[in-house]
């Protein structure tokens, strides 16, 4: 899968662990991955999302306040569905064979789940090295992105694509954040695919 991203895209990725680390959390959520998505003020996401008042500092703000001091990550997902494995698999897409690229590119346990430490936020802040795993939401929103791209008939993963599947999973923080800054996601969904097919053509 992760041989489909775009550089931009790729990016994305690099730039919501930076955002996890940055926030002092042991986890990667949908929350991070729409700090990395409106990274790039230049970028569509970006863009679009901008006059809602969804930038990077009120989207940390967001985050601060509805996480505060608390560690636990988002685990109300558990597994990929048996639905959305199927499908996949019908399209010669094998989940154990994208795993593997995920934490060839991203290191071993890179999805794995570790429950944090009850220890203090300033200790998780000082962590410079290793990676910090996915929540399995974020997990889904990276498989939906591929889904996303597939519907579109698109070869290729940019983060429009990371967007829409951040909207199809629907349930993360970040929707939540999204909801709260009047987002509306059917116009947004709308807007997305308009701009891919624009790139593509």
């Not at 940055?22 to 409106?38: A, F």
């Not at 999204?178 to 709308?190: K, N, S």
């Amino acid at each position: 899968m992760f041989e489909r991203f775009t550089t931009a895209a790729r990016e994305v990725v690099i730039n919501a662990q930076q955002e996890a680390r940055r926030l002092g959390h042991p986890y990667i959520g949908t929350e991070h991955v729409l700090l990395g998505l409106i990274h790039d003020e230049q970028g569509t996401v970006a863009r679009l999302l901008r006059p809602a008042g969804v930038v990077p500092a009120a989207v940390r703000t967001d985050i601060q306040g509805l996480v505060g001091d608390k560690f636990e990550p988002d685990l109300s997902f558990t597994e990929t569905d048996a639905e959305d494995a199927a499908a996949l698999k019908a399209i010669g897409i094998d989940l154990a064979k994208v795993r593997a690229a995920i934490e060839a590119s991203f290191g071993a346990g890179a999805l794995q789940l570790s429950r944090p430490s009850p220890r203090r936020r300033g200790l998780f802040g000082r962590r410079s090295g290793g990676h910090i795993p996915f929540t399995s939401r974020a997990k889904k929103v990276l498989e939906l992105s591929l889904r996303e791209a597939i519907r579109l008939k698109h070869n290729f993963i940019a983060p429009e694509h990371i967007m829409l599947g951040l909207l199809r999973e629907g349930e993360g923080l970040a929707c939540r954040i999204l909801a709260d800054h009047q987002v509306d996601f059917a116009q947004l969904r709308i807007e997305l695919a308009d701009s891919i097919r624009n790139e593509a053509a």
